[in-house]
Structure formats: C-alpha cells, structure tokens
C-alpha cells in the first residue's frame, strides 16, 4: 500500500552496538619464593603484560600474564639480582548493564584502563618469600547485533534535503548544557 504525506512508515535496521559494560579495579597478592633467602627489597615492577577476554555467563572473564621483577639484595645486603617471575592471573569482570535482546555472536573487548602495577612489595614474615601487591583496572564492552527503528519518508523532494544552516536560529539554548553527561552516566 502507498503511502501518503500524513502516514508515517518505520523501517528495521539492524546494526551493531555495545549491549554491554563494565569495569573493575582489582588488587592482587603474589607469593614469590626466591632461590636464596632476601635481605632487601630495592625495587619491583610489572612489564609484558596481556590478556584476553571472553563473557562467562553473566560476567566478562579477563585471563592473562605478565611478568613480575624484583631487584633484591641478599647475603645480609652484600649481593643483588633480579628475581623474574611470569605470573597468570582471571579477574572476572562484572556488566554494569547487559541487554538481552543482542542478537548473533557476542563480540567482547576488554582495555586495560590502568596496566598492572606494584603497590607494595615486602618480605613475609618468614623471610623466605616476597609478597607483591599489584592493582589493575579493567573496562570491558559486549558488542552484538540490535535492532533499531528508524521513521522514514518516501515522499521527500530532493529540494527538501537541501538545508541551509546559516537560517537557523543561534544554538545558545545549548552553551549550559554539560557536555560529560554521558560519561557521568557510567
């Protein structure tokens, strides 16, 4: 059936969207024992860190390693070295918000807003061992298929498409505006 200037008609697109959000700070202790017994901690830090992502059930599973060094001096603070370790760590991610409604594969991207580092590194309390905290943060999305419903004319004239913004009255309504709303909104 035709349509006319007063009747309205929808269309169904379906295009790609983030259906899924969430972030997460997490702290960690790792236990290193080292071959000889340590004097001193003189420094300690993160390096060749990485991860991947995957939703399980209602969560977002980040697994990933990287690599824990820790200079100490040892034989009451006469000899150093550097102490590697290669540590794997899952944090699960929780969705701020799901929609159930995404259709087709789920894609999942995770982005590490804060790269694993060390808090504190101290020897335990038996000497024998290091303990290193290390605090990271994750924000992960969930892509997949929505629907959206748009409204569209089949009667435009292509002289009707033609704008011209200079006619348009001055946007000051909108200088109060805040432009971080969105991001307030996460």
């Not at 349509?3 to 008609?9: I, V």
Request: glycine fraction near 4%; include cysteine.
């Amino acid at each position: 059936m035709p349509s006319t200037d007063t009747e309205m008609q929808c269309r169904e697109i379906i295009t790609k969207a983030v259906c899924g959000k969430g972030r997460k700070v997490s702290l960690r202790t790792h236990t290193i024992t080292p071959k000889q017994k340590p004097s001193n901690i003189l420094g300690c830090w993160i390096i060749n860190h990485s991860f991947d992502a995957n939703k399980v059930g209602d969560v977002i599973e980040v697994a990933g390693s990287y690599d824990v060094q820790i200079w100490v001096s040892f034989n009451k603070n006469t000899d150093t070295a550097v102490i590697k370790e290669n540590v794997s760590f899952v944090e699960n991610v929780p969705l701020s918000f799901f929609d159930n409604n995404c259709r087709g594969k789920l894609e999942v991207h995770a982005q590490a807003l804060q790269q694993p580092n060390c808090l504190e590194a101290k020897i335990s309390g038996t000497g024998d061992s290091i303990l290193v905290k290390v605090e990271s943060e994750f924000a992960v999305e969930v892509v997949g298929e929505t629907k959206l419903c748009v409204v569209i004319c089949d009667s435009c004239h292509d002289d009707e498409k033609d704008v011209d913004f200079d006619d348009l009255e001055d946007f000051d309504d909108f200088d109060d505006l805040d432009d971080n709303i969105i991001d307030d909104l996460d």
